[in-house]
């Protein structure tokens, strides 16, 4: 299995562009994850998913976008790329957190430099 | 709020020794998971160890176990027979409920303590 897949690996960007991190999981997790990761602060949660079809902020939504319309794809988006923006993103899925004991599994992050 | 603290952002430890890295973290739950993730170098997110609040027993898995103090709300990591292969950016993480979303769950992280075992 490959587990989580994140595309594209690495992307530069500048100021005002958009673009489109995919994250596909076949593992059949109901839950997917969107993570930012910048020096010193560990990983902090931008959206989640808890099934198809829905989605929700978590800690640090702004600028970006996400859909979730099919079970195994979670997409990050973001509309005016902002250098604030530039971080690495991580994608992570997991089954049902009340059923488990809640591992997340990480897909191999994605840089994202925005000029 | 509920945080997750790394007091040691750097560690070095010599190859065969010891090692400990420590975390505390802040919560008014009872019931809750906590985890060490190793990152190396080509990032990937590893989990190392769990433990469940309400078991006393401290987990461990092979070289790897944990001091888990729960009054303290203290988690630490203990790394024994280091290896060359050990060195990597190692992250404590609480897992917590997300508000109103029901049943979902989501990581806190910590900043990380970057562990380099030396040769």
């Known amino acids: 299995n490959a587990g989580v897949t994140q595309t594209p690996k690495f992307r530069v960007l500048k100021t005002g562009q958009s673009m489109t991190l995919l994250c596909a999981q076949d593992m059949n997790h109901e839950y997917m994850y969107w993570y930012r990761q910048d020096p010193g602060m560990g990983l902090r949660l931008i959206h989640y998913s808890v099934g198809e079809g829905t989605t929700a902020k978590g800690e640090v939504p702004d600028g970006y976008n996400v859909s979730r319309l099919k079970k195994q794809n979670f997409l990050l988006g973001l509309e005016s790329a902002a250098p604030s923006q530039t971080s690495v993103y991580f994608c992570?899925?997991?089954?049902?957190?009340?059923?488990?004991?809640?591992?997340?599994?990480f897909g191999e992050g994605s840089r994202l430099t925005v000029l | 709020a509920q945080t997750v603290t790394q007091s040691q952002p750097e560690m070095s430890v010599q190859e065969a020794e010891t090692v400990t890295l420590s975390c505390t973290y802040d919560t008014s739950e009872s019931n809750y998971y906590l985890f060490w993730y190793k990152q190396p170098p080509s990032r990937q997110m590893i989990l190392v160890i769990r433990?469940?609040?309400?078991?006393?027993q401290n987990a461990t898995e092979n070289r790897f176990s944990v001091n888990f103090q729960k009054a303290a709300k203290s988690f630490s990591l203990k790394i024994s027979d280091s290896q060359l292969g050990d060195t990597a950016m190692y992250f404590c993480a609480f897992m917590k409920p997300i508000p109103s979303s029901g049943s979902a769950r989501q990581l806190t992280f910590g900043s990380g303590t970057q562990l380099t075992v030396l040769p």
């Open positions: 433990q469940e609040a309400y078991k006393q």
């Open positions: 992570a899925s997991s089954w049902t957190p009340t059923l488990n004991t809640g591992e997340l599994f």
